[in-house]
Each structure stands twice: as C-alpha cells, then as structure tokens.
C-alpha cells in the first residue's frame, strides 16, 4: 500500500493553468465579524496569518498587544503588557494556544514562551527557549509541555533548524538544517514580513514550512515528516539569490530574486491554497494565489489572484489564514472596506457592516 504522504503538489505545471474560482464552489457561508471597537482596544495593526480562533474566542496578535474576542467579536481583554516583569514583554513574536489545557502561549523577544490562562487572562509562567533568536513557533499537540521554535539562518551558518524543549527550557531535540553558505561579511540579514508564518496547525499535525523550503513538514518528537512536496522547478530560488546570501543587498536583490516565487501554505481538508508573489522587481506586488485540489490531485492558478465572492458581492477572497480545518479567514481594515463600497454601495448593506466608520477596528 503506498503511504498517503508525502504527497507532490506540481506547482510549476499547474500555475500554466489559470480559472476562476466562485466562493460558492468552495465554502458554503460566510460571516462578518467586526471587531468592537471602544478606547480599550484600540487596534492599530494584526498580526492577520497568526489570528487564532478557538471555540469561545479570538486570539489577535500584533506587536505589542494581544487582543482576546469572543468569537462574535466583543471584546474581553488584552493578556500581558509591555514591560520587564513577570507576563510581560518587550515584543510579541508570536502565539499560539492549546484549547483542551486552556492555555494562549506567547513567544516574546527575551526569549521566553509567557503562558497565560484562557479563560481569566491571568499569567501562569514563563518557559525558556533554547535559543533567545528563534523567531517563529508552535506547540506540539502533545500531553507533555514541547514547544518547537524555528531559527532564521540569516548569518548563512547556523546550523540549528528547529528546537524542541520542554517547559523547563531543556532542549529535547535539534532538526538541523543543510542550505548552509559562507558569507564575506560580518553583518546578519533577514527578510522578513508580517505574513510570515512557518508554523502552525492542521488538525493535530503540528506543521513547518518556510520560503527557503519546498517541503511541507509535519513537526513530531522524533522527525520532521514531509507531507507535502511542492515542486517548484524554475520557480525555486536559488541560495545564491537570497537576500541574506546578497549580504543584504537590495539592488541586487531586486535584480537577480524577481523571476522566483515566495508562497505560503494553507490547508484545509479539500484544498492548499498558495497566496504567492514574486520575491522581487514589478511582480513582488501582484498579489497571486494557486490552490492544489486535495482530491484531484492537481494545482491550478486562481485567475485575479482571488477567489471570487458571488455570496456577497464586491469582496473578494484571498484567504490570509485558516482558523481551522475548513474555516479560512481574511482581515479587511475599515478604510478599504469604506474604498470598495465607493465602487460597490452594497457592500455597506450587508448587515454587520452597516454603520461602519473609518476609525473602527477591523
């Protein structure tokens, strides 16, 4: 018997194939949620690909703020704040949550995972992480306490991947990475947005993906399982063509990166969508989307880079995230919400819309 996974998704071939795609032939509702606004929470920017959603609430990062919702979009609290003691933090990296201990886990700057309760906000305790530079996490859905943070190589040397630690800070295991490469220069680079997100979950899988890597991985205590396989061809940047190897230089960049892809990975039980742009020059702009067909087994080109809404008319649909394994989620500010109901009036019909000032929340 041939084992489900990993499976190839033929990206190159299929984006020569372009169609439209109705949000009616993929999803059967869709909802708006406006986020209260009031002087306490004030939202000045999300961190949209790290939006979390559990059965009760949202969780909204962004830098400096956690927002906590209920899932109709009232507004219960923030957890921790800015500061050096304890459940506090200079930075949010990212979060994550674990629903059956009701626990939200914070990555903060200072190298420390803050745990929080989900139900009263209240801190718990900090854990370490193996490494104050991971920049990117997630919590295996484990009975044990295992926290997975991901390193950037941006010195072309590092050779640490993935860190696994318990708790304790104690480093469990280390995935180490092979794209190694010497730099003649002492400074580091990184390239990064708020998009990016290398780890997250589908079900109980706890998942890795990054742009400098074409295999989807499935993060267990033991291995990195590949599950999916995207084959690129052409579209794969080079080592050479990276930003950090260029040490960090822009023009060039721009010159030598543009005919190469950058996508990220959302899964649902049907179908990966692909959000991609070009990594540099006139495309890095164009907002592009693929979706792999999980059943089909074939790839294929959005064409507008949207999925088009005949449920709603005048928003499109380019997924940001999932919230779960058939939820998909997109974050409109109001003051492009207000710019397309220039175009289309109706917009500002739909029911939880109406009334909606350029100052709300999202």
């Given at each position: 018997v041939k084992p489900e996974f990993p499976q190839i998704v033929p990206f190159e071939t299929g984006i020569e194939t372009e169609q439209e795609i109705l949000l009616s032939e993929i999803a059967d509702s869709i909802r708006y949620i406006p986020l209260e606004t009031n002087n306490k929470c004030l939202i000045r920017g999300l961190k949209g690909s790290n939006i979390i959603r559990t059965k009760e609430y949202f969780f909204l990062p962004w830098i400096d703020k956690l927002f906590q919702y209920t899932k109709d979009g009232k507004f219960i609290r923030t957890l921790g704040r800015k500061g050096g003691g304890p459940g506090e933090f200079n930075w949010i990296m990212q979060i994550d949550v674990d629903e059956k201990k009701g626990l939200v886990y914070m990555l903060t700057t200072t190298g420390k995972i803050n745990i929080y309760s989900m139900e009263t906000g209240k801190f718990i305790r900090a854990m370490k992480v193996p490494n104050i530079e991971v920049s990117e996490f997630a919590m295996l859905r484990v009975q044990d306490t295992i926290a997975a943070t991901f390193m950037r190589n941006n010195n072309g040397k590092r050779k640490e991947r993935i860190y696994?630690?318990?708790?304790?800070?104690?480093?469990?295991?280390?995935?180490?990475?092979?794209?190694?490469?010497?730099?003649?220069?002492?400074?580091?680079?990184?390239?990064?947005?708020?998009?990016?997100?290398y780890m997250f979950h589908y079900k109980s899988h706890t998942c890795y993906k990054e742009y400098y890597n074409d295999t989807l991985f499935t993060i267990t205590q033991e291995t990195l399982e590949?599950?999916?396989?995207?084959?690129?061809?052409k579209y794969s940047?080079?080592?050479?063509?990276?930003?950090?190897?260029?040490?960090?230089?822009?023009?060039?960049?721009?010159e030598v990166a543009a005919p190469y892809i950058q996508y990220?990975?959302?899964?649902?039980d049907s179908y990966i969508f692909m959000p991609y742009s070009n990594w540099a020059g006139e495309k890095a702009q164009e907002k592009q989307m693929a979706i792999y067909d999980k059943k089909a087994k074939n790839c294929f080109k959005v064409s507008t880079g949207h999925i088009k809404n005949d449920l709603t008319p005048g928003l499109p649909l380019r997924p940001i995230t999932a919230l779960d394994s058939h939820t998909l989620l997109y974050v409109w500010e109001a003051p492009e919400l207000l710019e397309k109901a220039?175009?289309?009036?109706?917009?500002?019909?739909?029911?939880?819309?109406?009334?909606?000032?350029?100052?709300?929340?999202?």
């Open positions: 696994l630690s318990n708790l304790k800070g104690d480093t469990l295991k280390i995935f180490n990475r092979w794209d190694l490469f010497d730099l003649n220069s002492k400074y580091r680079w990184m390239i990064s947005s708020d998009i990016d997100r590949p599950r999916y396989i995207f084959q690129m061809g940047l080079p080592i050479e063509c990276r930003f950090e190897y260029l040490n960090g230089d822009g023009k060039r960049f721009q990220n990975t959302i899964e649902t220039e175009k289309t009036p109706s917009i500002l019909q739909i029911e939880p819309l109406k009334g909606l000032k350029e100052d709300d929340n999202p």
